[in-house]
């Protein structure tokens, strides 16, 4: 039996902008609006926002908190300071990918973890399981993902136009914080997290709301200039930025060693799938993430076969025309010989064998920006 899909509490407001609605990990959710060229030309040049209120809002407390994270995060709960966040995996015994989170810590045992939609019922029992057979008694999770809101304001433009209309408790701008740094306090006169984190590989903020302020807000934002945009813009922009999507480039039969991302797992400690994780990092992988680009709009897409001299050496996971760029670009792994930047590949693209880059991933990093004169 299929279950039907939840919606956010802004559902209502991307009916009346005229979205286009698709089900999306189990929500209905906003694939665009205007146009996705239009969406991304607005992340990329001004200001963008998102409904992400499908993504999970996990409170965890507890004396043994610390601990527990530690465990089951592939990034260090008890090396980050209250007031700063950290992007890391949950895996499982085998080092395959559970999920992706970004965690914040809130106090020295209350915690903010984010996990992906469609992921977080498995992340919540993971967690319930090693909670009953390590830490009894000791770590309380609170999940409030559908109580509250969490919009994305994202762009060049996102810091000068929440500072129009937000303070974080005791005065200072939004602008003040650091990238993954995040502080509370009122947008309009209503109660909001925020961190200063995204998903599009520009400078943005995640906003956590209580439900019911989620569409005032929204509309508040909208009146400084930000964009509605939806779920077709933020993967063209994760994909220009070279971020991983859950089911595309990471899934739980696939570690963050063959994503290319063992930056973010720590090299020190005991954690669930550390021992297998060591063990590539040392003897190396069979299968490595690569980025491709390849002239044209002829974009790939996930599964395509990825050739070398036509014999299958990989696929697509995630492909698109990227405007930011002017060229399709793709992601997917390969044969490690495979995986050196500047060789020539092939993508079957519908039975046709179309020449292909591999290239250093991310794709697109946004240029840095002079601070605006005071």
């Known amino acids: 039996m299929t279950l039907p899909s939840l919606r956010t509490a802004l559902y209502s407001t991307h009916l009346a902008l005229g979205a286009r609605m698709v089900p999306f990990g189990g929500w209905d959710m906003p694939v665009q609006y205007s146009s996705i060229l239009a969406e991304v030309k607005a992340v990329r040049t001004a200001v963008g926002l998102f409904d992400v209120s499908h993504m999970g809002r996990l409170y965890i407390s507890g004396p043994r908190a610390t601990q527990f994270l530690d465990w089951v995060l592939t990034g260090s709960a008890s090396s980050l300071r209250a007031g700063r966040a950290r992007y890391c995996f949950i895996c499982n015994e085998r080092g395959g990918v559970i999920d992706d989170t970004i965690f914040y810590r809130l106090a020295e045992d209350q915690y903010l973890l984010v996990p992906n939609a469609g992921n977080r019922p498995a992340v919540l029992a993971w967690f319930q399981d090693w909670i009953g057979r390590r830490f009894p008694g000791g770590v309380t999770i609170q999940d409030r993902t559908q109580s509250t809101g969490l919009l994305a304001l994202q762009g060049p433009g996102a810091a000068q136009a929440l500072d129009q209309v937000c303070r ?21 006169g209503k109660a909001v997290f925020m961190g200063r984190t995204g998903y599009t590989g520009e400078d943005g903020f995640e906003l956590v709301t209580e439900a019911a302020d989620a569409e005032f807000l929204w509309r508040t934002l909208q009146d400084q200039g930000a964009l509605p945009c939806g779920l077709g813009a933020r993967d063209v922009l994760r994909l220009e930025a070279g971020l991983p999507l859950h089911s595309h480039e990471i899934d739980p039969e696939t570690t963050p060693i063959q994503a290319g991302l063992e930056r973010f797992v720590r090299p020190e400690g005991e954690f669930a799938g550390a021992p297998v994780l ?46 930011t760029l002017d060229t ?26 179309a020449a292909a880059q591999v290239v250093p991933l991310p794709f697109y990093t946004r240029p840095r920006r002079r601070p605006e004169p005071a």
């Open 168 to 188: 974080l408790d005791g005065g200072d701008a939004p602008s003040t914080l650091r990238a993954f740094a995040w502080g509370r306090g009122k947008l309009a």
């Open 278 to 323: 060591r063990r590539q990092q040392s003897e190396g992988v069979a299968r490595k993430l690569v980025g491709l680009t390849l002239p044209g709009r002829s974009a790939p897409r996930a599964g395509y076969p990825i050739l070398e001299g036509g014999q299958p050496v990989g696929a697509v996971t995630s492909g698109s025309y990227s405007p």
């Open 328 to 353: 399709s670009i793709a992601m997917g792994y390969v044969l490690v010989r495979c995986a050196t930047p500047g060789q020539t590949l092939e993508v079957d693209i519908r039975g046709r064998a």
